[in-house]
């Protein structure tokens, strides 16, 4: 069964509009991770947020997790062209915690 | 310091062909990880190696399928007798060590006609 699925699917939004993109999970998790992946590209990684910790910021990024409710919110402030990607959220679990249980991914477009 | 570094970047084989995909991870990293997806899809796990050993299959197509990692030269992904449902895209990523970053290749993208 599917570990991560984000949520939208697909977003669109004007450029500057902040964009939040959420992703829940079924098992007890080591750590997540999101990354993002340009159409026909690899995945870069952008941030890492441990199942102790429950926010974590990296420039314009913003992660939160809440195990209570196993999920986790990516949000991008201020949002340019550049950002349109896909974005996919990744769990670590803690049995086999070697290997990552990704999502679906969330669309996201930035309008200019 | 290069990134992990995968060939071929595109791949076309005709049904019952082979087809090997090669990863070099990045230096000093001694965790591979493969991850297929299909189109409009996530990743799926396929296999987990350090130097010469696979450390978890489960991901793995029981046949035709097999991975290795040895002591020189990149990790090698071969598919045996390739399937139209192979066409996809192939992910290799690389790690320094369990729980760390993975470092994900450009992909392999596998075109089965």
């Known amino acids: ?112 | 310091n290069a990134g992990v570094m995968q060939n071929p970047r595109h791949l076309v084989r005709r049904r019952g062909q082979e087809a090997r995909l090669r990863c070099s991870p990045m230096k000093g990293h001694s965790h591979v990880y493969w991850y297929r997806q299909l189109p409009e899809e996530g990743l799926k796990f396929m296999v987990y190696l350090q130097k010469e050993n696979i450390i978890d299959e489960s991901g793995m197509p029981k046949e035709r399928f097999s991975a290795e990692f040895p002591k020189e030269g990149p990790s090698i992904l071969r598919i045996q007798q390739v399937v139209r449902g192979d066409s996809a895209a192939y992910f290799c990523a690389s790690s320094p060590s369990e729980l760390s970053i993975q470092y994900f290749g450009a992909g392999t993208r596998l075109s089965v006609l």
């Open chain 1, 1 to 112: 069964s599917q570990q991560g699925e984000e949520d939208p699917q697909a977003l669109s939004i004007q450029e500057g509009e902040n964009a939040t993109m959420n992703c829940s999970y079924k098992t007890s998790i080591n750590n997540l991770q999101w990354y993002r992946q340009n159409s026909g590209r690899g995945l870069v990684h952008l941030i890492l947020i441990r199942s102790n910790e429950r926010e974590k910021h990296s420039g314009r990024l913003r992660v939160t997790l809440d195990t209570s409710k196993k999920s986790s919110s990516l949000l991008i402030t201020a949002s340019r062209a550049a950002d349109t990607a896909s974005y996919f959220c990744a769990t670590a679990i803690i049995q086999g915690a070697q290997k990552l249980v990704f999502g679906q991914g969330t669309r996201l477009t930035i309008n200019p």
